[in-house]
């Protein structure tokens, strides 16, 4: 008895030199970002009006709505919290949020984290304080204060991209301006999810993971209305293969919940967003949810479809004018396939397990209405309501 608890205090010791000694390497992106990060952002409905207070309820929601349980993590600031730097050059909070440091131990108390949002160039989006020339200070601070994912804007420097000499000088300038916040995130020693973003210019998807990276935004800002989701949403055909555990393709943040789509359009936004292992990041107030988005939102079948630990997004398998069939290859074996009607009528559609890649006969599973649909091996033909998705487990 003696002996195995020495023992086991010794293995123990290991294992904790072992962490420490890749921890005094740096935390590789792989660590950060094994699968998708999963939170909340506050631009998609606050905009500029987010306060701390806000925050904090949002995390509150997070909470006991279940979807810190249903994997949940980030409470992520957007534009509009900063304010001016002090004699030394310092940023500083704005008066809508009196102590970051004391906002971030609240959403830490709750299992949860804090993102914060800045811009390479002199002013964010919004017009508020940028991070350039100022990047390893920045960095330094949010690490203080307990930040742990940056959502890094381009906005702000594309003043002087259009100023470079030549579309390859401007190029590099954005490089280079990503890594150097790449660096001064890794020197604080923290671990910080790194979010590109700069609106796919120039297919960042080719070079993102390569500046530090965890995510890129592929596109330009969703909206909460269908048809610009899904110009989003069904335009990243073909970007799979970029998207890897540590680094992923971004097409912006949720839109379930914000009111301009109805609950089928919402069902297929999430879906795509699962089938694409896009960052499932929500946006819109946790406070005020009705059943239905909560039930969107914590699905956990779809979320385990976005974070299977295979980390392989999906792609478009076919297309049949505004029907459009989805496959995404799972770590059991499995593929999660989503059957998309784009049409505002109801159209039926005959998905054909061979193309998707099944020699033998299959079991199916209808994920939206969790059964289990038995064993076919010919297709499977189904109505697809408007605007809406059959989204099934194949193996
Ligand atoms: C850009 C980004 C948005 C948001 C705003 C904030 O438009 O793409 O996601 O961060 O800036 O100003």
């Known amino acids: 008895m003696r002996l195995r608890s020495w023992w086991n205090t010794a293995v123990e010791a290991m294992a904790f030199a072992a962490i420490l000694v890749v921890g005094a390497k740096g935390v590789s992106a792989q660590t950060i970002a094994a699968t998708p990060p999963m939170g909340w952002n506050s631009w998609n409905h606050f905009h500029r009006n987010i306060d701390d207070k806000t925050v904090r309820a949002q995390a509150d929601a997070m909470v006991s709505s279940g979807m810190r349980d249903a994997g949940y993590v980030y409470v992520n600031i957007d534009d509009t919290w900063e304010g001016q730097r002090d004699s030394q ?10 102590d970051m440091k004391a906002l ?3 959403v830490h108390s709750k299992g949860l984290k804090l993102g914060i949002y800045s811009s390479p160039g002199d002013k964010t989006c919004a017009g508020y304080e940028g991070s350039l020339g100022h990047e390893a200070q920045d960095a330094a ?7 742990d994912y940056l959502k890094y804007d381009l906005c702000g420097l594309r003043t002087q991209l259009k100023a470079a000499s030549a579309p390859e000088a401007a190029h590099q300038m954005m490089v280079d301006a ?4 790449r660096d001064a995130l890794r020197k604080t020693g923290r671990p910080i999810v790194y979010s590109l973003c700069q609106y796919g210019n120039d297919a960042v998807w080719r070079w993102g993971a390569d500046v530090g990276g965890n995510l890129w935004r592929t596109t330009g800002d969703i909206t909460d209305k269908y048809d610009r989701m899904t110009e989003i949403g069904f335009g990243q055909a073909g970007l ?3 998207a890897a555990p540590g680094h992923w393709n971004d097409p912006d943040m949720l839109e379930v919940g914000n009111g301009g789509m109805n609950p089928e359009e ?5 879906s795509l967003w699962a089938i694409l292992a896009a960052p499932l990041l929500a946006g819109n107030d946790l406070t005020t949810m009705a059943p239905e988005t909560v039930a969107i939102l914590t699905n956990r079948e779809v979320i385990a ?9 999906g792609d478009r398998v076919t297309a049949e004018g505004p029907l459009e069939i989805w496959a995404k290859p799972l770590a059991d074996g499995s593929k999660a396939v989503g059957v998309f009607n784009r049409h505002a009528t109801s159209l039926s559609i005959a998905v054909d397990f061979k193309q998707l890649g099944f ?11 969790a059964k289990d649909l038995g064993t076919m091996s010919n297709a499977y033909v189904v109505p697809v309501p408007p605007h809406g998705v059959i989204l099934l487990r194949v193996k």
């Open 266 to 270: 919402y069902r297929q936004h999430m």
């Open 305 to 313: 479809i976005d974070q299977d630990s295979l980390g392989k997004q």
């Open 141 to 147: 601070t949010y690490a203080a204060w307990g930040i």
């Open 104 to 106: 971030a131990d609240y």
């Open 89 to 98: 050059g310092n940023i500083q909070t704005n008066s809508k949020f009196p």
């Open 240 to 242: 799979a293969r970029y």
């Open 178 to 181: 990503y890594i150097k916040m």
């Open 359 to 369: 020699r033998k006969s299959v079991q199916v599973r209808d994920i939206w209405q």
